[in-house]
């Protein structure tokens, strides 16, 4: 990695609309997780909407060449546990070992003791760079998701 690369913590919320382009490039059909399948995320500006719904209090790890930001990951940090959930590095950077820096940055947090992340089974690159770093699938999943709006449900029968 170049070391000029800056790597810092800093709250989500802190980083305004900056990380927007970055999540708009990285988002993919193979990303999707149940904040966006629950969220009906399909399209980019989708997936930017949620990040701006839930993100005020988490935090992301930053990359940043020159003061541009070229990486970011976001996390909630609890006690002694890390759950990672949004991860993206600029297409020209990807390759170098900028995301990995994100990820042992987020990693070297005092007192961590436990760490996931939600990687989406499809995501070859970012179940690649976790396996990499020490993790381990604990659990392969399917979401179920109901659109209660698109169908009708009736009073259930009772049998008295």
Known sequence: MDTNIAIERVPFA???DEWHALARAGYHTDYAGISELYGGATTTDDKVALMQRWGAGILAWT?????????VLTGD??????????????GAYRRQGIGQALVKTALSEPGLRQAAAEVNV???????LFEALGFTAARTVSWY???????????????Y
């Open 122 to 128: 499809a995501n070859v690159a970012s179940r690649m």
């Open 14 to 16: 802190s980083l305004g």
């Open 63 to 71: 990359a940043r060449d020159a003061g541009r930001l070229i990486g």
């Open 145 to 159: 998701v109901l659109g209660l709006s698109l169908i009708h449900i009736s009073e259930p029968t009772r049998p």
């Open 77 to 90: 940090l609890d006690g002694d546990r890390l759950i990672i959930y949004d991860f993206f590095v600029a």
